[in-house]
Structures are given as structure tokens and as C-alpha cells.
T-cell receptor, first 114, second 112 residues
């Protein structure tokens, strides 16, 4: 079946602009995660959604970052007033549940803030 | 707090030789341990996981990992490396329903 898809694959934006990144998880997966991958920094957890529970936002670096998941499926990560330090690859993953279930990752969105 | 350490940024190995990519972890409670691989310009792919039971777990592409509770380690191994194994490898841990915590990654280079 189809894997996790993300759009756009690349995004170049000017400092101060808002951006929206989209994630389509694997159908039927109840958990959805957002991570940020910066060069040499590994993966940084941002936020995750599990079913109808309130999302865990503990990894969001500032209030400029927000995410929503509509209908338990598609998710959008929004970054307001982008800064150059926001430049990174943003990865989305989904899983059949949390904890013991492995996550399936999308190809990522490379964000460049000029 | 959970944490993962991958002490080597880079591992070089000759094709056909055994390879080891090291990982140690710190977690409260029972650990759930994962290895992922990232090939150039591609997303992360799941390799294997340890949840409970046998300490030696086998995964995709001939990889295996050994859970060692006393040493809090979960090293990734393969008996005979291939050039196509060259990639970035990530170890990750969680406990229960907490978010996965990833290590910084180890770049494996297999030389023909």
C-alpha cells in the first residue's frame, strides 16, 4: 500500500513568511509524528498525535510552530514568521499505535529560509 | 529523561567484514529500542526493534542487534558488510507511550 507522503518536497521562503507543510499518513495509522532533522543534529521530536487524544506538543521549539490533524488523517505543520534557524528537513511519520509500534517515515520536506 | 548515545559519528568497514554500530541508552522503565536506516535522499526506514523476549533480534537486510540490559546497549551488527549498506543509521528508544528519542546518527561507509 501507499506509504507516508509529504508535500512539498522542497520549500524556499523568505524570513518572516509563514509556511505550511503537509503530511498524509498511512491509512489506518492512528499515531502521527513530526520531527525536524538538521545537519549533524539527528532527529528532533516536535509533536505527535494519537487517535482523538490531545496532541503531545512538548517538542515544539516555540509558539511560532503549530500543527493540526484533521479527521484523524492528514496533518499540517505550520511555522509562522519563519527564521533562518528554522531551515531543516521536516519529517513526518505514522504508526499503528505508540510505544512498541515502529514508525514509517515520509521522504521529508526540505525547508530553506532565506 | 530518555536519551540515546551513538558514540561514533562515522564507521568505516571493508566489504565482507563484520560491522558494528554502537548505541547506548538511558530510560526510566522498560526500554523499547529501534534501529532505523536513512539512505541518501530518502526517508528513514525501520530495520528492527527490541520490545521483550530474546535479547538478539533480527531485522531487514541481514542486520541484527543485541539488547544488553546490564550495559544499557543495543548495538547493531551484520556478519558481512555490503557496499550497499553505506548509509546513516539511527538508534532510538522510548518507554511506553512516550515519544521516540533518536541518537544523532552514525554514518556507515563500506569500502569495496
Amino acid at each position: 500500500g501507499a506509504g507516508v507522503s509529504q508535500s512539498p518536497s522542497n520549500k524556499v521562503t523568505e524570513k518572516g513568511k509563514d509556511v505550511e507543510l503537509r503530511c498524509d499518513p498511512i491509512s489506518g495509522h492512528t499515531a502521527l509524528y513530526w520531527y525536524r532533522q538538521s545537519l549533524g543534529q539527528g532527529l528532533e521530536f516536535l509533536i505527535y498525535f494519537q487517535g482523538n487524544s490531545a496532541p503531545d506538543k512538548s517538542g515544539l521549539p516555540s509558539d511560532r510552530f503549530s500543527a493540526e490533524r484533521t479527521g484523524g488523517s492528514v496533518s499540517t505543520l505550520t511555522i509562522q514568521r519563519t527564521q533562518q534557524e528554522d531551515s531543516a528537513v521536516y519529517l513526518c511519520a505514522s504508526s499503528a499505535g505508540t510505544g512498541i509500534n515502529e514508525q514509517y517515515f515520509g521522504p521529508g520536506t526540505r525547508l530553506t529560509v532565506t | 529523561a530518555q536519551s540515546v548515545a551513538q558514540p561514533e559519528d562515522q564507521v568505516n568497514v571493508a566489504e565482507g567484514n563484520p560491522l558494528t554500530v554502537k548505541c547506548t541508552y538511558s530510560v526510566s522503565g522498560n526500554p523499547y529500542l529501534f534501529w532505523y536506516v536513512q539512505y541518501p535522499n530518502r526517508g528513514l526506514q525501520f530495520l528492527l526493534k527490541y520490545i521483550t523476549g530474546d535479547n538478539l533480534v533480527k531485522g531487514s537486510y541481514g542486520f541484527e542487534a543485541e539488547f544488553n540490559k546490564s550495559q544499557t546497549s543495543f548495538h547493531l551488527k551484520k556478519p558481512s558488510a555490503l557496499v550497499s549498506d553505506s548509509a546513516l543509521y539511527f538508534c532510538a528508544v522510548n518507554s511506553g507511550n512516550t515519544p521516540l528519542v533518536f541518537g544523532k546518527g552514525t554514518r556507515l561507509s563500506v569500502i569495496a
